[in-house]
């Protein structure tokens, strides 16, 4: 089993900056893909960036060149760090690690609890 835990989330105005950590633990493996998701009410649950096990990121248009997610794999912890936010970004932001027992075996994907955002003045 995984489990990851998130923290930094709040309150934040808008412009503002706001850093979120996310520590896992458990059987982890070296190759994963770790990331960060949101779920704003009403709406789906959508990707906001992620990031291999060697560096490769991935981000929506809706926070490219404004959010940037980094690892250190030596800790197994994944950073979100989200400038110049916005109303639109209040949501629930949740932790994803994803990875495979075997080559050829379904991704199996473990979930934070997740961390409140919200960007308000």
């Known amino acids: 089993q995984v489990q990851l835990v998130e923290s930094g989330g709040g309150l934040v105005q808008p412009?503002?900056?706001?850093?979120?950590?996310?520590?896992?633990?458990?059987?982890?493996?070296?190759?994963?893909?770790?990331?960060?998701?949101?779920?704003?009410?009403?709406?789906?649950?959508?990707?906001?960036?992620?990031?291999?096990?060697?560096g490769s990121t991935n981000y929506p248009n809706a926070v490219k060149g404004r959010f940037t997610i980094s690892r250190d794999n030596a800790k197994n912890t994944v950073y979100l760090q989200m400038?110049?936010?916005?109303?639109?970004?209040?949501?629930?932001?949740?932790?994803?690690?994803?990875q495979r027992v075997a080559l050829m075996t379904p991704?199996?994907?473990y979930w934070g609890q997740g961390t409140q955002v919200t960007v308000s003045s």
């Open 83 to 98: 400038n110049s936010l916005n109303p639109e970004d209040t949501a629930v932001y949740y932790c994803n690690l994803g």
């Open 15 to 54: 412009g503002g900056s706001l850093r979120l950590s996310c520590a896992a633990s458990g059987r982890i493996f070296s190759i994963n893909t770790m990331g960060w998701y949101r779920q704003a009410p009403g709406k789906q649950r959508e990707l906001v960036a992620e990031i291999t096990s060697v």
């Open 107 to 109: 991704t199996i994907h």
